[in-house]
């Protein structure tokens, strides 16, 4: 099989348990298999408890395996800790201040996830090629901060702070963005711009992305595969043209079926 055809990343019989030797012991995954290809953008949805937000910790490297492998490009990362992951994996959380220090500048900001991994002092100051960089990388979200490149952070709106953090998780070179419900914490106008960001940036870029997203119209609007869990399985996974046959009453529908299941 040619090697561009190999999934980018592995899971291979993955086991998971919260609380082991409790009575609140909680097994979610159980020889649970997942792979991701290489330019895919999956939208992982679910109910609370489904296993999404646990797939992107086990695949960050936040949550260590009971059980299982995971494979980066081939190679072996179960015992990889999260820093190194890092290196190779972007993540953008659902709170904005996660992904950008408040009291830097936006320069800043960018020049320490420009040098991530390098011996670097701010003190040094930006070479002039490297600032027109910066200056150029934020024009792409259209929001005007190209101009504000030398204002704090922290006074920043929610929704500009996201669209920072997603500029700065793919600023260096990754194999896999990781989405994780980045669109929760904003309002439904800045939820829509960042979506479209998204979406800019990963076609651009040419990323492969896994996003978790309570949001079905943004599942089913945006990327070109869907996941939905349930109990630590995927009851659907759907790609490419099959993808494209899913309307969010298609999946509210299963969403509904299973809570029904489950009693709720």
Do not use: W
């Amino acid at each position: 099989m040619p090697e561009h055809n190999l999934p980018l990343v592995r899971m291979e019989h993955i086991v998971k348990t919260f609380h082991p030797r409790t009575v609140s012991e909680t097994e979610l995954f159980r020889d649970f298999f997942f792979s991701i290809v290489e330019g895919e953008f999956i939208s992982v949805v679910g109910s609370n408890g489904s296993g999404k937000t646990t797939l992107l910790n086990l695949i960050c490297g936040s949550l260590s395996l009971d059980g299982g492998s995971i494979f980066l490009r081939g190679k072996d990362i179960t015992k990889m800790p999260e820093y190194r992951r890092a290196a190779h994996i972007g993540r953008v959380f659902q709170d904005p201040s996660k992904g950008t220090c408040p009291s830097l500048t936006i320069l800043e900001n960018l020049s320490l996830a420009d040098n991530k991994g390098k011996s670097f002092g701010l003190s040094r100051g930006v070479e002039k090629k490297r600032l027109d960089f910066y200056k150029s990388q934020l024009e792409l979200l259209q929001l005007g901060l190209e101009d504000k490149i030398h204002l704090p952070v922290g006074v920043l709106s929610g929704g500009q702070r996201q669209a920072l953090a997603l500029l700065i998780s793919t600023m260096t070179p990754i194999d896999l963005l990781v989405l994780d419900e980045h669109t929760a914490a904003l309002d439904p106008k800045s939820s829509e711009n960042i979506m479209y960001l998204t979406d800019k940036l990963v076609r651009e870029k040419k990323l492969t992305s896994i996003m978790v997203t309570h949001n079905l119209r943004y599942a089913v609007e945006y990327g070109n595969r869907v996941v939905m869990m349930h109990s630590g399985t995927a009851v659907i996974d759907a790609a490419g043209e099959d993808k494209k046959k899913y309307t969010v009453d298609d999946l509210l529908k299963v969403f509904n079926e299973i809570s029904i299941e489950c009693g709720n």
